[in-house]
C-alpha cells in the first residue's frame, strides 16, 4: 500500500523537480496532489507520463495526505506548516523556514539519516541549502577518517538557485548583448551575463551574507559545531549546477589518494578525477540532470598541515533541492516514519 503525497508549489522549477523524481524513483505514491497558488488552479504539471491538474493550496485538505513535499518558499512554508502537521501530515520543506530549529531535524540522508528520529517532535524535516549539500555530502567522510578542523569554501552557484525569474534574466541579458539592446536588471542587482556576482543574500553586520551563514551554520548542525568554516558565496552565469572550490584543514593526516580512494567508496558521490589533457574534471554542463555530487581536482593543499584542496559540483535542481527531499521521504519510508498518523 502506498503513500498519499502534496507537492506544494508544484509549478515551480524545484516543485516540477519534485514531481519527476517521484516517478523517476518509484516512490510508493497511491495519490498524488499538485498544490499552487489560486492563479495556478487548472494548471497541469508532469508526474511521469501523467498530466496532474493544479490545485488549490489554500482550501486544500492536508488531513487526505501523508506526505507534504514543500518548495513554495519560506513564508508560504511558514504560512502552512502547522496546518499540514496538525492535520496529521508530515512536511519536507525546501525552505530556509525551519533550517535552524533545533526541534527540526535538518537532514542529508547520505550525511545524517539518524537525525530523522526527530520528526516526531514537529512532524517537520528540514532541507537543507543547495550549495551546503554539495559541502557536507564530500567533506562527512573526510571528517569521519580525519577531523576536519578549518574549511574554506567559494561557491560558484548558477542562477537557477534563484528560480525560474534567475534563469530567464541569464537568457535575455545573454541575447540582449547579441543583439545590442540594452541590459535589464531585475532579478541581480548587477548584470549576470558574462559576469559573475559575488554576492548572494543580504549582508549581514560582520560582512557576510545570509547565504554564506546558512553553509557553516548548517554544516556545524549536520556534521560538527567545532569546524571553522568560511564561505564567499558567487553567483555565475550557469543555467543549472552549483560547484564550489573546497580547502580543508584535517587534525589527522589524510593523503589524496586516501581520500579519493574513500570518497569513491562513500554514497551519493562520484569522483572524476584524472590529469589529463583532455579534462579529468567534471563541470556544471556535464552533470545537469544527474542525482549524483560529484568531485575532482583532488590535491593537497600545501598552505597547511593535513591539508586538502578539491572541487565540487552537483545539479541544485535534483541533490541540491529535489532529489534530497524525495530521499528524506523514501528514508523516514524505510524506518517507519511515514504514515500511520
Not at 204 to 214: H, I, L, N, V, W
Not at 297 to 302: A, L, Q
Request: proline share 4%; net charge negative; glycine share 8%.
Amino acid at each position: 500500500m502506498g503513500f498519499r503525497v502534496a507537492v506544494l508549489g508544484a509549478t515551480g522549477a524545484v516543485g516540477r523537480e519534485v514531481l519527476t523524481i517521484l516517478d523517476e524513483r518509484l516512490f510508493p505514491a497511491d495519490r498524488v496532489h499538485a498544490l499552487a497558488s489560486r492563479n495556478s488552479i487548472g494548471r497541469e504539471v508532469s508526474y511521469g507520463d501523467r498530466d496532474l491538474k493544479c490545485e488549490d493550496a489554500e482550501n486544500f485538505d492536508f488531513s487526505k495526505v501523508d506526505l507534504v513535499l514543500a518548495s513554495a518558499g519560506g513564508d508560504v512554508s511558514r504560512a502552512f506548516a502547522e496546518r499540514i502537521t496538525g492535520a496529521g501530515a508530515i512536511m519536507i520543506d525546501n525552505s530556509s523556514a525551519f533550517r535552524m530549529d533545533p526541534d527540526v531535524p535538518l537532514v542529508v540522508p547520505e550525511v545524517n539519516a539518524d537525525a530523522l528520529d526527530g520528526v516526531k517532535k514537529r512532524r517537520i524535516v528540514a532541507n537543507p541549502n543547495c550549495s551546503t549539500i554539495n559541502l557536507v555530502v564530500a567533506l562527512k567522510p573526510l571528517h569521519d577518517a580525519a577531523k576536519a578542523k578549518r574549511v574554506i569554501v567559494s561557491t560558484y552557484q548558477s542562477v537557477s538557485g534563484a528560480g525560474q525569474a534567475g534563469m530567464d534574466e541569464l537568457w535575455t541579458q545573454t541575447r540582449a548583448i547579441y543583439v545590442n539592446d540594452p541590459i535589464e536588471k531585475s532579478e541581480f542587482e548587477k548584470q549576470i551575463a558574462f559576469n559573475v556576482i559575488p554576492r548572494i543574500g543580504d549582508f549581514r553586520d560582520d560582512g557576510y551574507t545570509d547565504e554564506e551563514a546558512k553553509m557553516w551554520r548548517e554544516t556545524h548542525k549536520m556534521i560538527d559545531p567545532s569546524i571553522r568554516v568560511s564561505v564567499t558565496c558567487v553567483r555565475v552565469p550557469v543555467f543549472v549546477g552549483h560547484s564550489l572550490a573546497v580547502h580543508a584543514e584535517f587534525e589527522n593526516p589524510i593523503t589524496p589518494g586516501a581520500a579519493r580512494k574513500l570518497l569513491r567508496e562513500s554514497p551519493g558521490l562520484m569522483v572524476i578525477d584524472k590529469r589529463d589533457e583532455d579534462g579529468g574534471y567534471v563541470t556544471p554542463v556535464e552533470i545537469a540532470g544527474e542525482f549524483a555530487i560529484y568531485v575532482s581536482r583532488i590535491r593537497r593543499d600545501e598552505t597547511v598541515d593535513n591539508g586538502l584542496a578539491f572541487w565540487v559540483t552537483g545539479d541544485n535542481l535534483r541533490k541540491g533541492a529535489a532529489l534530497n527531499a524525495v530521499q528524506i521521504a523514501e528514508a523516514l519510508n524505510n524506518r517507519g516514519l511515514l504514515g500511520g498518523g
